[in-house]
Structures are given as C-alpha cells and as structure tokens.
C-alpha cells in the first residue's frame, strides 16, 4: 500500500476516534446525571412510603432479568453491545456477524425457546399503588441501561480504533523507514 | 361522659400528659436542623446528633453507618417511649394507644405476606418489621394463603380482628389483591378509630376528629393519584376510600371518576382547605402532592398541643416524632449520596 493512502487512512481513523471519545465523554455524563437521578428518586419514594417499604426486603435473591444483552461482530475484532427486552425474538442475522445471547444476571444457560409468559414489572414487588417517584426511578435507571450498552460499544471501538492506528503506523515504519 | 375535661383528666392521665410534652420540647429545632444539614459525611451526623436529645443512640453501630441503621435505631428510641406511656396508662387512654399501634400492625402483617410472595425467610422480615406494630402471631402470618385463612387462623386474636369485615374473601393473596388488603383493612381501621374518638366526645374529639379526616382525605387523593396508570379499576379505588372526612361523599364519588391529576385537582377546588394544597404541588420547588400533605400534618398536630386536658398529645407526639424521622433520614441520604442539592427539602417542626 502506497505512503500516502496509508496516511489518508491514518488520519480519517484519528479522527474518528477523537469523534468517538468525545462522544464518549458526553454519554459518561448523562449515565452519571440518569443514575444520580434514579438514587435520589429512590430517596423521595421512601420519604414518601417508608423506610423500609423500598429495600431489600421487597425483592427475591434470584430475579428473572427482562433485559438482555445481545452482541453482534460488526467487523473484524469489533463488538457491538445492544440491550435487548427479554421475551422478544430477536431477528435472525443475515451476513458475517456471530450472534450471541448472554444473560446479565442470573445462572447461565443456553439461549431457549422465548417462555410465553410475558416478564413481570419489577414496579410490582412495591405494591400496586406507587408513588410517582419511584417510577421515576425506574425510568431512570431505565435510560442508564440503554446509555451504559452504548457506552460498552463506544468504549470497544475506541480500543480497536487505537489498535488499528497503532498497525497503520508500524506499516508506515515499514515503508518508510528513514521518514521522520 | 360528663363534659369538663378538666376537672377528671389529670387524676388518670395527667403523668402521663407532663411527660409527653416534656418529650415534644425535646425535637429538634431549626438550628439543629442547619447543623445537620451542613455535615460532610454520616459519621458528622451522628456527633451532631449526639449534642441533642438523641444522645449515643448509635454509639453501638458497627462501622459502616448506613442510613438504614440510623432509621432503625431512632425507631427503637421512639417504641421505647411509647411503650413506657402504654404501659403506665390507664382506659380509656390505653384504648386509645392500641388504635395508634394497629396502623404499624397492618403494615407489618403486609410486609409479612408481601416477603412470603418473594420466598423471604420469616427471620430476615421480623428484623425489619416496626416495633411498634408488635404482636405475638406474627411469625405465622407468611402461612396464610387466602384473607380468611389468614384471619381464621392468626389474626383473629389481635386488635386487628374488627378491621377483616370488608376484606374476607377466598382470593390468593397475590400483589394486586395484597394491596386491596391493605387498603380495605386501613379503612376500616380509620372508620373504627374516628368512631371511638367521637363517642368520647370533649377535647378529645374535638381535637382527633379533624386530624383523622384529614388523614381519611389525604389517604383518599393519594390512592386516587397513585391508581393512575395501574391495573386497579374505579369500581375497586372506590371501595378503598375511607368513608368519612370532608371529601365524604360527593367528594369521593368525584374523586372515583378522575381519571388525571387536573380532574382530581378540580375536585379539590371544591374545598378550600385542599384548593391550596393540590395548586402547591409542582412548581418551582418540585414538591410532590405527599410532601404538602405531611406539612400540612405537620401544622395540626403542632396546634393539638395548644390545648390541655386530651389525647390528641400523644398522636400528635408520635407523629411529629415520625416527621422529624423522616426528615432525618433525607438529609442523611443526601449527604450519603453526595446530592446536596434538595438537601433542605425537610419539613422544620418546632
């Protein structure tokens, strides 16, 4: 590969990373800003409910998840990171990517059969009438979920980024090994 | 009962009624408050705490402190109080402090069941359940598997027998139907106890009737605001509403129909104590519709002390106490979580 074709790659691969990690920095903050949110949330519904009406008490040692986490090989060596809803069937993958579907909590199995019983509410362990912040808080930590996968992906192509500069510029070595 | 208060209450009662308000001098005031609010870390809380009536309360606390400890502890430190008035009280007054404790025993038989739904030992509950709402058939309460079971069975030898009328029914016990529960068997204990008050007449009524219905509407519009969006249909909120209070009963039936926050604040509009309250919701202090409604708590059980020679002091004490509680804990969470930014939401007492 000629020097400069080298050198364009070199450059438009930087960018992108200086694209990404800035990126990267603002998704940072809002997942701070949303999870901070949700704690406090937390907070107002057990001023409003009681103390002990929102803690360990209310909820199981051993939880169904109703997200997933489902990953997808976009291109060689570079992992995509999508939250998916439990329950859903997850179209099949036409092209080069290996899907895989690995449970975030609870014991690991191989991907079964969908159940047909649709995954509860977690809201529900509180009791049916709940006050408006603690849904707040669950929107909340809802939208953490999504930014944190987004986040995962981000940091993943930032990596392979530095690693295909990093090849880009032992070939350019190479080529030229007198250039500066 | 011959009216003059006056002349009978302190041959039984009056011990008793020095001592409560010698507690009630004891709260924390304003300047204690901005002391606490300005503490960096909960260790800070605690020594703060320590120059008030609250003494070593946690001097016995493992490292780390959590908020959930310090909860814990000044619930102790209230049950003690109040089973030192229970146990040196004499009728009616004793009466009148078993009603104040079936509300703590309502929540700890739902907290039972409600552990039983998720597989959590008995154990682990009975350590969270709340001192006041004691009762000795407690362990069994997680066995029940229908309402009647569960008052056949267990509850039929407590002070919660006379509340079970409305709610006997072969239903199991799920998270819709426990909520029912709840509800059902808090009416019927609010009817019993405002009833109780009234027949006593004097001071007593005249000071508890109008606490108990404003805590009979209050419970009515946050039920209503709560039931927005879930499975309860309107047939079954209305049959949670507590029947008396102002709201009662053109105000409930209204109230039944509303389907959003404007149409329940409409019906408020109709009452000029509430009008008020339900316009201060929102806004630029971002307080919720509990949060007016535990000031405005505040304000009538600080007006029951200017009157003498009644009952009213003690649920006006405890429930201060419980404000005051409260109040703690959210400071103590905001310093914990290093959110400092709606530290001064607390509601000040004294």
Partial sequence: MAAPDLRAELDSLLLQLLGDLEELEGKRAVLNARVEEGWLSLAKARYAMGAKSVGPLQYASHMEPQVCLHTSEAQEGLQKFKVVRAGVHTP????????????????????????????????????????????????????????????????????????????????????????? | MLEGAELYFNVDHGYLEGLVRGCKASLLTQQDYINLVQCETLEDLKIHLQTTDYGNFLANQT?????????????????????????????????????MTCSYMIDNVILLMNGALQKKSVKEILGKCHPLGRFTEMEAVNIAETPSDLFNAILVETPLAPFFQDCMSENALDELNIELLRNKLYKSYLETFYKFCKNHGDVTAEVMCPILEFEADRRAFIITLNSFGTELSKEDRETLYPTFGKLYPEGLRLLAQAEDFDQMKSVADHYGVYKPLLEAVGGSGGKTLEDVFYEREVQMNVLAFNRQFHYGVFYAYVKLKEQEMRNIVWIAECISQRHRTKINSYIPIL
């Avoid at chain 1, 969908?114 to 909340?140: K, M, T, Y």
């Avoid at chain 1, 995962?152 to 880009?168: C, H, K, P, T, V």
Wanted: with cysteine; net charge neutral; glycine share 8%.
């Fill in chain 1, 92 to 180: 099949e993958e036409v092209g080069p990517g290996e899907a895989a579907l690995r449970r975030r909590k609870g014991p690991a199995k191989t991907p079964e059969p969908q159940s047909s019983e649709a995954p509860q509410d977690p809201l529900n362990w509180f009791g049916i009438l709940v006050p408006h912040s603690l849904r707040q808080a669950q929107a909340s930590f809802r939208d953490g979920l999504q930014l944190a996968a987004d986040i995962a992906s981000l940091q993943n192509r930032i990596d392979w980024g530095r690693n295909q500069i990093r090849g880009l510029q032992e070939k350019l070595k190479q080529l030229e090994p007198g250039a500066a």
């Fill in chain 2, 63 to 99: 490292n780390p402190l959590t908020v959930s400890k310090i909860d814990t502890e000044m619930r102790k430190r209230l049950c003690g109080e109040f089973e030192y008035f229970w146990n040196h009280s004499l009728e009616p007054l004793s009466t009148f402090l078993t009603y």
